[in-house]
């Protein structure tokens, strides 16, 4: 299967990703069919490890959704299972500076672009023959811009060549600003800086991406212009909805 996101994204669409922090395929499943389109299985802070990860991402696959990965750091051998599982985009955080944006797109891409490992397995199933040849044009890369030296080096780091786009953590880049994390809407520091991203990206020809803590926050940036949103995790909405089925039984 192509990877529907780059059509999307080709297209202008604003692209709306589920993130998933809880161990159960299931639950990855199921977001899979709620009308997302991307789903990111979040290896950094969800609770699961790499195994969990792979089963993660084969239950998003089972449903409409593009499988995507949050890799827990700029690792070339994490990065290169989880493409080999079948994720079809990365999303690193912490990506400092150019040089290190540079090498996560290298570990994304094979030689002699560049140094991803052969053994697509998994890959090769659920995508199409010729898989090794397509991988380097179907795979999106994301670089997160998290911190304050990758605030002031975006417009360098979205340059990055090959680079797909950078994605914005707003609960680092508010400690990293001297402001709280966490908030439904960031605080104007994050807010500014969450404008300068997305200019950034827009001007390198890159997709702007972020999570965001809620849907309030999620229209805030595509208000921005963001192309790429993530509307809350999957255990923030579930707890949300949860608590308003609670009061509305209780009249509350
Ligand atoms: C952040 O807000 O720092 C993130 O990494 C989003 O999960
Ligand atoms: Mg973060």
Redesign the pocket.
């Known amino acids: 299967r192509d990877n529907r996101l780059k059509e999307l994204f080709g297209a202008g669409e604003t692209v709306v990703n589920a ?1 998933v922090s809880a161990d159960s395929a299931y639950l990855a499943e199921t977001l899979s069919h709620a009308g997302f389109d991307s789903v990111t299985v ?1 290896l ?2 969800g609770m699961f490890g790499l195994d969990g990860a792979v089963r993660l991402i084969q239950a998003v696959s089972a449903g409409p959704a593009v499988p995507l990965a ?1 890799t827990p750091a700029l690792d070339a051998a994490v990065i290169g299972k989880l493409l080999d599982a079948g994720a079809y985009g990365i999303i690193c ?1 912490a990506v400092d500076d150019p040089v290190q944006a540079a090498r996560f797109v290298a570990m994304c891409r094979y030689p002699p672009t560049g140094v991803r490992s052969y053994g697509p397995a998994r890959a090769n199933l659920a995508q199409v023959p010729g898989y090794v040849e397509r991988a380097d044009a179907q795979i999106l890369t994301w670089a ?1 811009i ?1 911190s304050r030296a990758a605030l002031d080096a975006v417009e360098e780091i979205a340059s990055t060549p090959g680079l797909d786009g950078v994605f ?7 400690l990293a600003l001297g402001v709280e ?1 966490g908030l439904a809407v960031p605080p104007p520091e994050v807010e500014a800086a969450l404008a300068r991203i997305a200019e950034a990206a827009h001007a390198a020809g890159r997709i702007a991406g972020a ?1 965001a803590l809620g849907t309030e926050a999620a229209l805030r940036l595509t208000g921005q212009g963001y192309d790429f949103v ?1 509307p809350g ?1 999957d255990m923030a909405i579930l707890r949300r909805a949860a608590a308003e089925a609670v009061a509305a039984v209780r009249g509350t």
């Not at 914005?168 to 508010?174: I, Q, R, S, T, Y």
């Open positions: 993130w979040d950094q802070h949050r955080p997160m998290e914005v953590g707003p609960n680092d880049l508010a994390p999570f993530t995790g």
